[in-house]
């Protein structure tokens, strides 16, 4: 049985050590095989990532987009900078892709910061949750696995849902393509993303608002799951061209 447990802790908006952090609110409790889901911000903030618009100074293409798509030309910069590509946008929202994930405004985020500051994604996500499992091996004696994840609109989908940016210790993806089904068919496309569903169940706990819960501790997963691979952003992503809603709506290339 899969059980997943909220760690709290209170609001920070500097650096921090948060492999000391984990050791510290989990000595006793961390077992083998454990996963720790902890929020992408979270680490972001840790490593300080956080950056204050007053201090930003957009270029012309970054007013360009922010006349096109109505949004602050210091956050249409900063998006420029983060990502890879510019897809698109709506009124206050760039889409962007990075490692060949869309994500809008490059996941920058604006809540649970002071005003007139912003959050980074993590400059390496899969680098922070390895570091972070190595830090529990060596000061805690566990073997576990770590999940960095955000949450996400799907599309035509009201609300967010958690997804993950990077996975270390764990296999964060199940590829099911030439296994049978419960009646014999052989399925040509099926993966089953792991590290996506863990998420998802751990943003019911670390919500969306005041709940200061960035870590979820998940116990039971399938050891068979529990394996040594690092996932960075870049091995959850499919080509846009092989993406079923970005070729429905006729994508034709990054507008940057």
Not at 72 to 88: F, N
Not at 156 to 176: C, K, L, N, Q
């Amino acid at each position: 049985m899969i059980t997943l447990r909220a760690i709290t802790a209170e609001a920070r908006a500097s650096s921090f050590d948060i492999a000391s952090l984990i050791e510290e609110e989990l000595r006793g409790v961390l077992r083998d095989g454990d996963v720790l889901v902890i929020s992408s911000k979270f680490i972001a903030i840790a490593e300080g990532r956080v950056v204050k618009l007053v201090g930003v100074k957009p270029t012309r293409r970054a007013k360009e987009l922010a006349e096109k798509y109505r949004a602050d030309p210091r956050l249409c910069e900063l998006v420029l900078r983060e990502s890879d590509t510019i897809v698109g946008g709506v009124p206050g929202f760039l889409m962007a892709s990075k490692d060949g994930l869309l994500s809008p405004n490059a996941g920058i985020d604006r809540s649970n910061i002071g005003h007139g500051s912003v959050v980074l994604y993590p400059r390496r996500p899969e680098v922070s949750a390895w570091r972070i499992r190595e830090a529990a091996m060596l000061s805690l004696g566990v073997s576990i696995g770590v999940v960095v994840c955000d949450s996400r609109l799907s599309p035509t989908r009201r609300g967010t849902v958690g997804v993950a940016v990077a996975a270390s210790g764990i296999e964060a993806v199940v590829d099911f393509r030439g296994k049978e089904d419960l009646f014999g068919n052989v399925l040509k496309v099926t993966a089953q993303a792991i590290a996506d569903d863990l998420s998802s169940a751990a943003e019911v706990l670390m919500g969306e608002s005041d709940e200061a819960a960035p870590i979820v501790l998940v116990r039971g997963l399938q050891r068979n799951l529990m394996k040594k691979t690092e996932y960075p952003a870049r091995r959850f992503a499919i080509s846009m061209e092989d993406c079923v809603y970005l070729r429905s709506l006729g994508y034709a290339g990054p507008t940057v």
